[in-house]
């Protein structure tokens, strides 16, 4: 058995190898999709980004 562990690539998050990872699995490997912070669709990020200055301002 291999170790395998999937990071994705810009404005990806883990939920990017949905479709990989069973394949990987049912070829006998252990897989880790790992969920970077600020990245992604924000369905594994927990990062929350602040409101801009511009949308902030109240006149």
Same mark, same amino acid.
């Given at each position: 058995m291999t170790a395998v562990v999937l990071v994705a690539g810009a404005w990806h998050g883990a939920w990017c190898w949905e479709r990989v990872l069973p394949a990987?699995?049912?070829a006998g490997?252990?897989?880790?999709?790992? @969920?970077? #912070?600020g990245v992604g669709s924000g369905r594994t990020s927990s990062h929350r980004r602040s409101p801009s @200055?511009? #949308?902030?301002r109240t006149s």
């Open positions: 990987l699995e049912r490997h252990a897989v880790v999709p790992v @969920p970077l #912070t @200055p511009r #949308t902030s």
